[in-house]
């Protein structure tokens, strides 16, 4: 039995997901943005890139997608609170296999949430840097639910989840098929 399976055994009370969710929160939501913009420009200017300069649209289209990422990302966190009684941390994962609300178009609509914003956030400071940055981070975070997540949720829920991810996209959203 895996270590996130004994993790999974363990269903903590709201507070305590509520309470984790937010220490994870900073550092998703202030922490990381600040390493796109601050570190994105310096990068920049070190490795002589010039800006993105758009524009209006640098900050139309980059506030449009942190938009879309920050309500697809939020949407998905109170799935994973209410219904899963979990959190999207590893160490205190939903007790219920989610397949309803965002998780009925992607399975990962936190990763998608969190590729949308960090690319707004990364298009509307103009740093080309920062974007790599993003994507870099994302990479990372897709390695992770690839290698790690997905053996895990088939350990704890079997053929519903085989079911479920043949069904469903990783990333990229689709409109669900009828059952």
């Not at 993790?7 to 969710?21: D, N, P, Q, Y």
């Not at 310096?42 to 758009?54: K, M, V």
């Not at 870099?136 to 690839?146: I, T």
């Not at 989840?161 to 689709?174: G, S, T």
């Amino acid at each position: 039995m895996s270590r996130y399976v004994e993790l999974a055994r363990k269903e903590h009370g709201t507070g305590t997901r509520i309470a984790g969710t937010l220490l994870a929160g900073v550092v998703v939501v202030i922490l990381v943005p600040a390493l796109i913009v601050v570190g994105g420009s310096r990068l920049d200017s070190a490795l002589g890139l010039p800006p993105i300069d758009l524009g209006a649209a640098n900050y139309i289209l980059g506030g449009l997608l942190l938009a879309m990422g920050l309500s697809l990302g939020l949407w998905a966190n109170q799935v994973q609170l209410t219904q899963g009684r979990g959190t999207p941390l590893p160490v205190m994962p939903t007790q219920e296999l989610l397949t309803g609300g965002p998780f009925r178009y992607c399975r990962n609509p936190m990763t998608l949430g969190t590729i949308l914003a960090y690319l707004g956030i990364a298009l509307m400071a103009g740093t080309i840097a920062g974007i790599g940055i993003a994507l870099c981070l994302v990479a990372l975070l897709m390695l992770y639910l690839k290698r790690l997540e997905e053996a895990e949720l088939a350990e704890r829920f079997g053929a519903a989840y085989l079911a479920y991810k043949r069904d469903v996209p990783f990333i990229v959203p689709r409109r669900p098929r009828r059952r």
